[in-house]
């Protein structure tokens, strides 16, 4: 045996139980139910709420559960995209209950300032990884940090940041957030990379993968790539396979070409066709649409 053997073995039981544990935590946030003592067989989770999900503008998305809200990647402010977007913005009304934001990453698309004062008002908490929650707490808000893989319960939600990357190559997550007897994932603005099948494997199945599709590729960075920043329709398609993801709603598409950001043209067309092929259900919620978590064409 080798020593990079002998390492990899002496290291398998950690990583196995941290699995193991994130797996449970994760479960048991999306409706599985503890042995009392003295009995033989779980019995059956009561749900006293199911969770909903709205699509927002550009990125968001909505999560109700109960009289708790909570918002991810929340936009609001015309000035980010300016005419340039086609999405309308939609209001971000919220109740009573519980507020919270998650936000993938520090972009003005992903991190709007103005959308998060507005959901959380003076009560409510934005959740973000460690190295953009010294950003937010300066700005002024109710920060908690999420390191990767450590379930974060805010009430009947928890959410745990998973790997993402970015086309800049700055630091973003995706979120996995479960309630209500259902668990979805939400994918920001990520490229490709090679955490899919890891967190297909703990975290998976989901009920709904919230995933980007303009493929876009940028101008301003020089030397200009000309590769995708941004995952392509067949991409996203993959990853929803590999996540296995009961349904994919596809995000972060619409804006109007310029000469610095171009996005796959006809990227719902490529979306659907790439998604017959390999037999995944989609559902193409329009901002301010209430999820159906039916194939929806």
Sequence with gaps: MTPFQASAEAARPERTGRRDFLRAAVSLAAGAALLPPGTGRAAKPVDSAALRAQRLAWAGVRLQLGRDTLFLDPLLDPAVWGPALKDPLVPLDVGDGGRFVLVTHRHPDHFDRMAVRKVLGDT????????TAAVAAAAGFRVRSAPLYEPVLLNDFTATAVPAADGYGDNQVSWIVSGGGRRIIHCGDTLWHGSWWHIGRQFGPFDAAFLPINGARFGWRKPVSDVHAVLTPEQAVAAAVVLGARLLVPIHYGVAASEDYQEVPDAE??????????????ELARPGEWLTWKPRA
């Design 124 to 131: 409510g908490t934005l959740v973000c990884a460690p190295d």
């Design 269 to 282: 067309a490529l979306l659907l066709a790439a998604a017959r092929k390999r037999k995944v259900n989609v």
